[in-house]
């Protein structure tokens, strides 16, 4: 890939139009570069691309971050041609897992979305819309579905199972009035509910039929979201990368994943990410920086 001169880290972001937003976005960037031309005092940043979650291409949302980026670097040249593309964060992911060619990118960790690329470069995506609209295939989705089946065992719609206790431990709560107050409080969210994903995998391969039917649900939602992605790019026998802590290190989710997908696209090729979404964000940097002015 890139031989890296330097690196550096910045404070968190949010949302552009969050309060605070465009400050929190400014100072990222800005302290993250000087972090990275540190040892470099004399380096100047020719091209930026910028990976950031919820930015969608053609946007007014996706003009206004390259114009904060390009504030924030200050890059320019005496033609006044600004070299910095700030698009959303899967793009630069499938740029790093598939550098050239035709391939599909599922993304399942906390949240889940899932990218394509054919040979002429056209892309398409499904999934991404966030938690509150569409989780499914995520570890969100496997460890919300797994607390609310909890709930249904203690009121007795279900039979109990040691699968109950286990969760409602994980999040400190010994009763149902408890996990009721506890996942209203504000420093519970969908990372809160993502690491429950693990306990509900566990479970389905034990055989708790409630788990099972949670984790063949989730899997084939990501499923569907990969073929939908193959048909809508032609894509035949599409090279398939799975990114993201769900997909990768839940063994029992990843199976059911597959068995969905050999099914829906038996010709699919399974593959290992080339690099990871820096290394794609450099790759599109280096193609802004050479581009004809």
Do not use: Y
């Not at 552009?16 to 380096?43: C, M, V």
């Not at 971050?65 to 320019?76: M, N, P, Y």
């Not at 509150?132 to 579905?145: E, K, N, P, R």
């Amino acid at each position: 890939m890139h031989q890296p001169v330097g690196e550096g880290e910045g404070p968190g972001v949010s949302h552009l139009d969050a309060p605070q937003g465009e400050r929190r976005f400014l100072e990222a960037i800005s302290t993250s570069a000087q972090q990275a031309l540190k040892h470099h005092p004399d380096g100047v940043i020719q091209a930026a691309v910028v990976g950031a979650s919820g930015i969608e291409h053609g946007t007014a949302l996706q003009q206004r971050a390259e114009r904060l980026v390009g504030q924030a670097l200050a890059i320019g040249d005496a033609t006044g041609v600004i070299k910095v593309l700030v698009t959303g964060d899967e793009r630069t992911a499938l740029r790093g897992a598939i550098p050239e060619g035709a391939g599909i990118l599922a993304i399942s960790g906390t949240g889940m979305i899932v990218l394509g690329r054919d040979e002429n470069g056209h892309e398409h995506s499904c999934g991404g819309w966030g938690w509150l609209l569409d989780g499914a295939g995520s570890a969100f989705d496997l460890g919300h579905q797994g607390l609310q089946l909890t709930l249904r065992m203690a009121d007795g719609r279900l039979p109990d199972h040691p699968l109950r206790l286990q969760i409602w431990n994980q999040i400190g709560c010994d009763s149902h009035a408890a996990v009721k107050a506890r996942v209203v409080q504000q420093d519970f969210g969908t990372a809160d509910f993502a690491a429950l994903a693990p306990l509900v995998v566990e479970a389905a391969a034990k055989d708790c039929p409630g788990a099972e039917e949670i984790v063949q649900g989730s899997a084939a939602a990501l499923s569907r979201c990969i073929s939908t992605v193959a048909q809508q790019l032609s894509l035949r026998s599409p090279l398939v990368v799975c990114h993201g802590g769900a997909v990768t290190h839940l063994q029992g989710f990843r199976t059911a994943v597959q068995q969905a997908i050999d099914q829906s696209i038996p010709e699919a090729r399974w593959g290992k990410a080339k690099g990871d979404a820096c290394d794609g964000a450099l790759l599109m940097a280096e193609g802004l920086s050479l581009r004809p002015r």
